[in-house]
């Protein structure tokens, strides 16, 4: 049942025709017109609606359904056929088949150096930073994909509502001075896995609260490799800032893989407390297209409420990343300190990589240049997280990255 309301802001409703659209994913299922009901001022009406029948839902896939209102015939202000809303809502998602595992051969070969790990199977080699505890690359087929590994990030470009918390954030906290120290590097290898465990502290610049850091990553002999990160609050707690700009990684990745595909919310950037006229869909876009061009840089292009996200080259194929719970991401031709620095946009010069963050949860925007500041629930908090992901390389010049994307990778 689907409730409609006549406000009568700007004209009737019975200048706007109502299209309900069903996708599977990106798929386009079936478009039809609904009547809209004699509806009075202040009054509300009850549309029922079908979900089509579909013979085979495809294991993984998520099922929405668009409601979107038109206008009927050309008026003073718009186009006929103009989109004046959208609402659009998930009515079923389906899960992805659980295959049973299978004992690939342990193929993996690591070579260790005086400073570095190399893990290499076919075709693919991953390098450890054994001074740092870092993935350092990766490189498929003599090209390097990942130029840096994830790094630990609660950083972000200051936005302008920013203004009041700016100077105890760089001044108090020291949010842009975040560093982390390695307590304990392992590493091992177990049937066709390589693992290599860190244990360490991440805070900022004389501050006494950080976090406790343990990072997983494990590389599969067919190259996939899972990152699992867990933080918890730790150190004198009550000193912590009441917000932190994010909670996340970053990576630096080719130019190359420069289009973006996700299923999360989109099309356009959002946020907590910002979201609320983006949707969920499968959507693609290019880096440039994702960036939001304000007048005065700032943090932009984040899109929530992901499980998973692909950088794309032209050549076919991906760099997918599954979210093990959902993430927040953006991909940007400039690091959070290019931002950070420049007065125009005319300022800014693109990076010769991509940088790529993978967010567990990122503060609100608040409207404090001009209002309040963050809501609570809307705050990205001194609290513990986890973040998990398995980033894969994958073929999409026979298979769609949305197809891919649905198996149990």
């Not at 993935?135 to 990030?153: A, F, K, V, W």
């Not at 900022?204 to 990553?217: C, L, P, V």
């Not at 994010?246 to 289009?259: A, L, P, T």
């Not at 080259?313 to 993430?327: F, H, I, K, P």
Request: aromatic share 12%.
């Amino acid at each position: 049942m689907f409730r409609l309301t006549n406000r009568q802001d700007f004209c009737g409703l019975d200048a706007f025709q109502l299209i309900c659209r069903y996708y599977e994913d990106d798929r386009l299922i079936e478009e039809n017109e609904m009547d809209i009901p004699e509806t009075a001022g202040g009054q509300v009406s009850e549309l029922k609606i079908t979900y089509p029948e579909i013979s085979q839902k495809q294991p993984g896939a998520q099922y929405t359904v668009h409601f979107i209102y038109q206008l009927r015939q050309q008026e003073k202000w718009a186009d006929a056929g103009f989109e004046v809303t959208r609402s659009v809502f998930v009515y079923h998602k389906e899960e992805r088949i659980s295959e049973p595992a299978i004992n690939h051969p342990a193929n993996l070969q690591v070579q260790e150096k005086e400073s570095c790990i190399l893990v290499t199977g076919k075709d693919f080699t991953v390098a450890f930073d054994k001074v740092r505890g870092r993935l350092d690359q990766m490189i498929h087929q003599g090209q390097e994909i990942i130029q840096q590994g994830p790094r630990l990030n609660f950083w972000r470009a200051p936005i302008d509502n920013d203004m009041y918390i700016l100077e105890d954030y760089r001044n108090k906290y020291f949010m842009h001075l975040g560093h982390e120290s390695v307590r304990d590097v392992t590493w091992k290898v177990e049937a066709s896995e390589f693992i290599w465990e860190v244990h360490s502290f991440f805070g900022t610049t004389n501050s006494s609260w950080y976090y406790d850091i343990t990072s997983r990553y494990t590389v599969s002999s067919d190259g996939k490799i899972h990152v699992e990160i867990a933080g918890i609050a730790a150190g004198r707690k009550e000193n912590a800032p009441p917000m932190l700009p994010r909670i996340g990684v970053d990576m630096k990745i080719d130019k190359q893989w420069n289009q973006v595909s996700w299923r999360g919310l989109g099309p356009h950037e959002n946020y907590a407390d910002s979201c609320q006229s983006s949707y969920p869909g499968v959507f693609t876009k290019s880096v440039d297209e994702l960036f939001v061009n304000y007048v005065v840089p700032q943090e932009n292009g984040n899109h929530m409420k992901c499980d998973w996200v692909s950088m794309n080259n032209a050549t076919g194929d991906s760099l997918l990343c599954r979210a093990d719970e959902e993430v927040a991401f953006s991909a940007s031709y400039y690091e959070d300190s290019d931002v950070e620095k420049a007065a125009h946009t005319i300022d800014l010069e693109k990076r010769n990589y991509i940088v790529w963050h993978i967010d567990r949860r990122q503060n609100g925007l608040g409207s404090n240049s001009c209002g309040q500041n963050q809501l609570d629930r809307y705050r990205c908090k001194f609290e513990d997280f986890s973040l998990g992901f398995t980033l894969s390389l994958e073929d999409i010049s026979k298979k769609s990255i949305v197809e891919i994307a649905r198996e149990n990778g």
